[in-house]
């Protein structure tokens, strides 16, 4: 009942999804017991004969499940494979328009769309032909019957009147045959989809990166012997340690490769410890990336990401991100919907954003990767005064390449093959590291060539 199903813990509808073919299926079940022991007492040889169709179903459908299973299979993969590319191409295509790829990509999709057609028209044609002899083959017993049965009646073994029942009763167990054979055809489709669903399923969960992190009452960052990993065979962090007080400003700076931006993620919870202790001295922690993702919503909405969240809050972020001048220049309100992605503003004014909304929604901990690179060094040494001026509200780890930007932070932390090669401030660092030296006067020579050519 639906009260038995509500006290039980089950909804309603899944019951009545359940238990609503019950019934019929009994009776099918009822009828099929009913007419063949009728079927045989009639008769045995034609009851037997009759029942021929039982086997010849069986026989079929076991065919069919071997043959079709294979092919809804590779439908199914190349379903996935077909889905992940579009979403590729979609994702991708700016990178496709400004490479001229677009005939090659439309026919890399075109391929994998010839191969899903290939495995549905197999599939669809097995189906065909599987439910073309189950209808056929009641009718072609039924046939049969009468045929035999015309003999039997010829020899006296039984009346017309009982031959006439026999055919009729056989026509109405035929009925509920059809309905199980397709069950049956729909068997093969079903159980691929269950076999990707238990795929997913059988996954082992995996405890969040986060669950690991300790709190920490002292500083802010507390990193001991911490190594982590993107593939288990390859450390992509050693021997990190590292202490970053309250309300203090630390550029992390290294080559391509060093590490800054998986030592980010570290301290956010988006990459597991393999070894070594994380602590941290909040739970409000915000990660800017470089790629500024906002949503097709208004500005609002990308600045409180839906919380209730103050005027003046907002206000705030705003200023401190440098981002309240374009915002009163572009002559919007908050509640002015912005395109894809933010695709009408400009990318350093989607960062300026994104950094507005790690403050608006109370970040203590900034961790920004690189976020400000699209900003000019004036803006972005804006930002960061603003910030250091939050005194010990913020603290703020800014992955940077800018010797200007560098120099405005309280410690810099130099990176080398995934390991903390030197840590002090900027100064202290030029004086006394050959290798951060070096480092620095490629930015600065690459800062000036950049400037050279917006000259000519």
Do not use: C
């Not at 907002?314 to 001048?325: C, T």
């Amino acid at each position: 009942s639906v009260a038995g199903a509500a006290s039980s813990g089950t909804s309603p509808s899944t019951s009545a999804t359940i238990l609503g073919p019950m019934p019929f299926a009994s009776s099918v079940v009822v009828l099929l017991v009913v007419s063949g022991v009728w079927l045989i007492m009639t008769d045995p040889w034609l009851g037997l004969f009759a029942f021929l169709v039982f086997p010849l179903m069986l026989a079929t459908n076991i065919l069919y499940q071997r043959k079709v299973d294979y092919h809804y299979q590779v439908a199914q993969d190349e379903l996935g494979a077909l889905s992940e590319a579009a979403h590729e191409s979609f994702d991708g295509v700016l990178v496709v328009k400004a490479f001229g790829a677009e005939e090659r990509e439309t026919e890399r999709l075109a391929v994998i769309s010839r191969r899903l057609r290939k495995a549905r028209t197999n599939a669809i044609s097995l189906r065909s032909t599987f439910e073309s002899v189950i209808d056929a083959a009641p009718s072609l017993v039924n046939l049969a019957i009468i045929g035999f049965g015309a003999v039997r009646v010829r020899d006296g073994a039984m009346t017309v009147g009982e031959l006439s029942a026999f055919v009729f009763l056989f026509t109405l167990v035929s009925l509920p045959l059809r309905i199980v054979s397709f069950l049956f055809s729909e068997l093969p489709h079903a159980a691929s989809g269950w076999a990707r669903v238990q795929q997913v399923l059988n996954e082992p969960l995996q405890t969040p990166p986060r669950a690991a992190i300790v709190p920490s009452r002292e500083a802010m960052v507390e990193l001991r012997d911490v190594a982590a990993a993107h593939v288990a065979t390859n450390l992509a962090l050693q021997n990190i340690t590292l202490t970053v007080a309250r309300g203090r400003t630390v550029a992390i700076v290294g080559a391509t490769g060093s590490g800054k931006t998986t030592l980010l993620h570290l301290i956010a919870g988006l990459v597991a410890a393999q070894s070594g202790t994380v602590r941290l001295g909040t739970s409000r922690v915000g990660l800017v990336f470089q790629e500024a993702f906002l949503f097709a919503e208004s500005l609002r909405y990308n600045l409180t990401l839906g919380a209730d969240i103050s005027q003046a809050a907002i206000d705030r972020a705003l200023r401190i991100a440098a981002a309240d001048g374009f915002v009163a220049d572009l002559g919007v309100s908050l509640d002015t919907e912005l395109g894809e992605r933010g695709v009408s503003l400009s990318g350093g004014q989607r960062q300026r954003l994104a950094l507005a909304r790690a403050l608006a929604v109370g970040s203590e901990l900034l961790l920004l990767d690189d976020t400000t690179s699209a900003l000019d060094p004036s803006t972005e040494a804006a930002v960061l005064t603003n910030l250091r001026s939050l005194g010990d509200d913020v603290t703020t780890l800014v992955v940077a390449s800018r010797p200007s930007t560098i120099a405005l932070a309280d410690e810099v932390v130099f990176m080398v093959d995934g390991t903390i090669a030197a840590a002090g401030t900027h100064d202290e660092l030029v004086r006394a590291n050959d290798a951060y030296r070096t480092l620095i006067s490629a930015f600065e020579h690459d800062r000036h060539d950049g400037e050279d050519r917006g000259h000519h």
